[in-house]
């Protein structure tokens, strides 16, 4: 998605008709649109948001008043007051306008009646004419297609509060996001709709198979409904996980908010996290482990092997049959030259000649040396390893067990810290922690009921891939049959190589994305924290100490580059991918950035690096700024850049305002100004650039 | 064992497939992605039906 243009009419402090022309070129991809505080910057961020996804930002106050006050002061009653937002925008070579409306009724009392907004969008067809969209198709599924719902909070945001995308609250959301984003849904469908598929062949071969083949079909089926069940159980609980989680959180909050316990709450807090990174340590431990069983656990059942090994050794060696010690080579030339090197003549049929022959056998051992003292070398270099195999299985043992007693004891303290809570003489504090424990139960409850799940479907899959097997070796010589067979086969193993697929790419996707991550966030930060991104594509920052990799509570600052270092990387990732043809889904290679008061607590280095990175990184980008944003580092950075600026002008009513105003390009330019009426609103200015 | 994949071999699965399955798997996903692109929602059960009954004969 290109964004085009901007066009506001009535929407928030913006009276009448209003455009704004978006820069677009690769090399000059920046608008920026200067505006003092309260001057509508959060407002123009939120027209795209509004526009393309009904959606506001939290800095948006009173989403509910759209309309312009101006405009509906001026309006007669019952009159309708036109507002809207227009978003231009260009995708795959194809534009679109995309118009939200909303109608505003000034009533007799002088209270405003605000209609539901529409959504209209319009395109330019073939013909190269602006044609409105088939009623067949909704304008929300066409934008979403493009640029989903669902991540336009990573496109469109408010840069003052850009750490809240990483916060660990907002984790899972990321999370799902990002695989969205990846485009999974494709092959999502594919697998779906090839099992309905294979499931309607299987119908088809129960009307025309032998008795044998519908008792197997039958059983098949009644474990794949089975298995279904479960799976459906299984989405049930990972919902009922998430609301569970998200109620902790919320009561987790008030417990914080009571400030009589506060003491206790930080002890809750680092208690818990403590007991977070434990169980993160033993699971490492217990990874490390597997992995030395699974790579090197044979080398202790060597030594007995080794033994037989070398007495067949030693038995070959009494029988001077090694060392060998005459080569192969030797003997040959020796029969080819017909001369011993005793000087007898080697003529064929000769007792010296068979004599010498007889030798080549015995010098074809030479190779059976070279390999037996190859493997000797390996077998003792083997030996030799199992007392490390053994040390570090004592080792990741002795963790675990270390950890494990730490963990109870970190369990034990946070138990009666809870039970302090539990016996608190308040009684809402009681009721907290009495709700906070139905919460935990509740969730452990839940975690369990998911794994033994989780073991049932799998052993269920493995009966039924049985029985697909019994199916295909069943005797049928019925032709109809075995084909009808033959195709549910190819369906699927369809199915398991799209799945495989699958798997596939969310590997190298996340490796990537976090290597990315990695290298934006180095680029931009000095502090030594590395960021991570877990199998379900969490995002946290840690710091390596030793060989572990230890949570840091990152500073407000350290969460902001995080996250524009995300949303930097899944742009340039995505666009890469979709370069090598590995995003399997809508086209989505173009990416703007519209940031509202960018970098806010960030130090002046950094806010350089942020400045030189984002427009790098995003095709294009819009930012609101203030002049206090827009110091001397950010402009420097950006300037190169520009390709359109805008200033806010508002108008304020207040006799004693304070006016402002900023200088560019030798041109004064009003920020603040009297309002020639009773009324406060914006103007929008575009700035005469005079650097080409 | 950790898998280590490199972005070519992402679609292994499907370029190692025999001959009749990888015609399925790509005509199957031209149309999810046509269909996607869209936003067609109706049965698609004949159509995939008609793709592998003619991929294997």
Not at chain 1, 646 to 661: G, H, I, W
């Amino acid at each position: 998605m290109k964004l085009l243009a901007l066009k506001l009419c009535n929407f928030r402090p913006f009276y009448g008709e209003h455009s704004l022309t978006l820069a677009k070129s690769d090399e000059r991809n920046i608008t920026v649109i200067h505006g003092n505080n309260g001057s509508g910057k959060t407002a123009l961020l939120n027209a795209f948001t509004w526009a393309l996804y009904e959606k506001f930002t939290a800095a948006l106050a009173s989403p509910e008043q759209l309309v312009n006050r101006r405009a509906i002061a001026e309006a007669k009653v019952d009159k309708p007051v036109p507002c809207w937002v227009e978003v231009s925008f260009e995708h795959d070579g194809k534009q679109y306008r995309v118009k939200r409306e909303c109608r505003a009724y000034r009533k007799k009392d002088g209270s405003v009646e605000q209609a539901k907004s529409e959504l209209m969008m319009q395109f330019v067809g073939d013909d190269g004419r602006w044609t409105f969209l088939p009623s067949s198709q909704m304008p929300e599924d066409v934008i979403t297609r493009i640029l989903p719902k669902s991540l336009h909070q990573y496109f469109f945001f408010d840069g003052e509060r850009i750490e809240n995308i990483t916060r660990t609250d907002n984790r899972s959301e990321i999370a799902e996001a990002t695989k969205k984003l990846l485009g999974v849904e494709v092959l999502d469908r594919a697998i779906k709709h090839l099992t309905t598929a294979r499931k309607t062949l299987e119908e088809e071969l129960e009307g025309i198979g032998d008795a044998e083949t519908q008792s197997l079909l039958a059983q098949k089926r009644k474990l794949e409904q089975e298995a279904e069940q479960l799976q459906d159980r299984q989405l049930e609980i990972d919902q009922e996980l998430e609301h569970q989680t998200t109620r902790r959180q919320q009561l987790r909050q008030k417990q914080l908010e009571l400030t009589e316990v506060e003491g206790l709450q930080m002890q809750l807090n680092t208690l818990e996290e403590q007991e977070r990174e434990i169980r993160e340590k033993i699971q490492q431990s217990k990874k490390t482990l597997k992995r030395a069983i699974s790579n090197r656990g044979y080398i202790v059942f060597l030594p007995k092997v080794a033994t037989e090994f070398r007495s067949l050794i030693r038995e070959r060696e009494e029988r001077g049959e090694l060392p060998a010690d005459i080569k192969q080579k030797f003997v040959q030339d020796l029969l080819d030259r017909q001369k011993c090197i005793c000087g007898t003549e080697l003529h064929e049929g000769s007792t010296a000649c068979t004599s010498v022959k007889s030798w080549l056998e015995r010098s074809g051992l030479s190779e059976v040396e070279s390999a037996t003292y190859r493997i000797e070398a390996r077998v003792n270099e083997l030996e030799s390893q199992i007392d490390d195999f053994w040390q570090e299985v004592d080792r990741e043992q002795a963790s675990i067990n270390h950890n494990k007693g730490t963990l109870e004891r970190i369990q034990d303290d946070l138990e009666d810290i809870r039970d302090q809570l539990r016996h608190s003489p308040r009684e809402d504090i009681r009721e907290l922690q009495k709700r906070l424990d139905e919460v935990d139960a509740a969730i452990d409850r839940l975690t369990t009921e998911k794994g033994a799940n989780q073991e049932k479907i799998a052993n269920l899959e493995l009966q039924a891939g049985r029985l697909g097997k019994q199916l295909k070796e069943s005797r049928s010589n019925e032709k109809r049959q075995k084909l009808a067979v033959k195709r549910i086969e190819a369906a699927q193993e369809a199915i398991d190589r799209l799945k495989l697929v699958k798997e596939n790419r969310d590997e190298v996707f996340r490796k990537q994305l976090e290597q990315q991550i990695e290298e934006l966030y180095g680029q931009i930060s000095f502090k030594a924290y590395l960021p991570r991104l877990s199998d379900r594509y969490e995002l946290s920052l840690v710091e390596v100490a030793g060989k572990q990799d230890v949570l840091v509570g990152a500073s407000t600052g350290e969460n902001q580059i995080l996250s524009l270092s995300f949303i930097g990387s899944v742009i340039e990732r995505v666009r890469q991918w979709s370069k090598a043809g590995l995003v399997m889904g809508p086209d989505s290679s173009t990416f703007p950035v519209v940031m509202d008061s960018p970098f806010g607590n960030l130090d002046e280095i950094y806010r350089r690096q942020v400045a030189r990175l984002v427009p790098l990184l995003a095709n294009q980008l819009v930012v609101m700024a203030s002049q206090t944003q827009w110091r001397g580092e950010v402009e420097q950075e950006m300037q190169p850049r520009i390709g359109r600026e805008y200033v806010l002008t508002f108008n304020s009513p207040k006799s004693d305002c304070e006016e402002a105003s900023i200088k560019r390009y030798g041109q004064v330019y009003p920020l603040v100004r009297q309002s020639p009426n009773e009324f406060e609103y914006t103007e929008i200015l575009e700035v005469e650039r005079q650097d080409g | 064992m950790a898998k280590k994949i490199s972005s070519d071999a992402v679609h292994e699965p499907i370029n190692s497939a025999s001959p009749e399955v990888r015609q399925i798997i790509q005509r199957v996903l031209e149309i999810e992605k046509d269909r996607l692109d869209k936003n067609e929602r109706s049965p698609i059960n004949d159509e995939i039906l008609k793709i592998i009954k003619e991929a294997i004969q």
